[in-house]
Structures are given as structure tokens and as C-alpha cells.
């Protein structure tokens, strides 16, 4: 589980974003709350039912839910960050061109991914990935994929990068292509303020 507080959002409906992490797509699609007492009484042995579900009504009366997608990873460079707190993270919302869809993977995969390992051992970047939206899905959706750059703080953030001007002619006729096929719907900026990791996770497993 993380929580990052966002710098901007798409006509700013929102000011956080939580991501909840799981392993296989069943455990996703099942959700958190069909178990929500069964964790609560787990955190809290001592409280009464009657007092957990005040307290689980009371939280979620300190929000509104604007937005839930969820995401499969398909691509993440290989490297050991672990993403602490203070991590800044840069989101993309990526809308590919009809009837790009599996040709704007292979971009990302084959073509920015190792542009993006390649600043990983510049010292210019921690992590990225790519991730594909499961759901909402359809012609209206507003995003098809999501990426995300993984920064160690700001400084990184702003740090000089000439990986793109060192492209050759043929590089980067490739990489306009690559982007030719998405509509970079928007960006945002949030900086990693909590982060819980499972027994099993911590264990290594």
C-alpha cells in the first residue's frame, strides 16, 4: 500500500492518490472491503464491532473516491529501489492511437524501456514502469495505460539529462514514432508520504 500526495491533477478533483499492490489479478478484482471488519478486528482486537464500524464510517466520510482504476505492470526496469518515503514519483496518463494499442507496447518495451535503464545507471532516474488499465475499459476511456518515473527526490527530478540529445537520426525517428502512437493525456507530480508492506513482501516472498 502507498499514499502520495500530489503537486497537480487534472482540474485539481483530487489531492491524494493511494495505490494498493497485489500479486495476482484475482486478489485485485476481489477488492478490499468484502474483508474490511475481518482486517479491522485485526488491527484493532480490542475495539467492539459497534466501535470499528463507527471508526471505518468515520474515515471514509474524510473522502471522496474520485477516481479507482485498476492496473496490470507489464514492463519495470530492472533495479533495487525501494522507494522510501520522500520518493517523488511522476505519473503519465497515456491514451494510445486506435489500433495501436500492441504496437505502443512494443515501443515502450523495446525502445524506451532501455532508454530509461540507461538513465537508472546515469544516476537520473530510480525506476519506471509501464502500466495497462484492466478497468475502466471502452472507446470513452480517458486513459489506456499509465507510466510511471520513480525519483529519489527533486534534485533528481531536475537533475540534466542528455540521454535525448546523444539519440543518432535514426533513434530518434524511432522514438517520434513511438510517440506519434499516444495522447499524453496529462501528467502529475506526488511525493510518497506512507507506505505499508505485507509480512510476506518484507520476508521476501
Not at 19 to 27: C, I, L, R, S, T
Request: aromatic share 10%; net charge neutral; proline share 2%.
Amino acid at each position: 500500500y502507498l499514499a502520495c500526495r500530489l503537486k497537480s491533477n487534472h482540474h485539481q478533483n483530487f489531492q491524494y492518490l493511494t495505490v494498493h499492490v497485489y500479486d495476482d489479478p484475482a486478489k485485485m478484482m476481489d477488492g478490499n472491503w468484502g474483508a474490511m471488519m475481518d482486517r479491522a478486528k485485526q488491527a484493532y482486537p480490542e475495539m467492539t464491532e459497534d466501535a470499528l464500524m463507527k471508526k471505518i464510517n468515520s474515515a471514509s466520510q474524510t473522502r471522496d473516491i474520485a477516481v479507482r482504476i485498476y492496473l496490470q505492470l507489464t514492463e519495470q526496469t530492472e533495479d533495487d529501489f525501494e522507494m522510501p518515503l520522500g520518493t517523488v514519483a511522476r505519473i503519465n496518463f497515456i491514451k494510445t492511437v486506435a489500433g495501436q494499442n500492441a504496437a505502443y507496447q512494443k515501443f515502450e518495451r523495446e525502445t524506451w524501456k532501455p532508454m530509461a535503464q540507461k538513465m537508472i545507471s546515469n544516476g537520473n532516474l530510480s525506476s519506471w514502469g509501464l502500466a495497462r488499465v484492466i478497468i475502466p475499459g471502452g472507446s470513452d476511456v480517458y486513459a489506456s495505460h499509465l507510466t510511471f518515473d520513480m525519483f529519489k527526490d527533486y534534485a533528481q527530478v531536475f537533475k540534466e539529462n542528455t540521454l535525448f540529445s546523444e539519440l543518432s537520426e535514426e533513434q530518434q525517428k524511432v522514438f517520434q514514432e513511438g510517440m506519434a502512437m499516444r495522447d499524453l493525456k496529462w501528467s502529475s507530480m506526488g511525493t510518497l508520504i506512507k507506505k505499508i508492506r505485507s509480512a510476506e513482501t518484507m520476508a521476501g516472498n
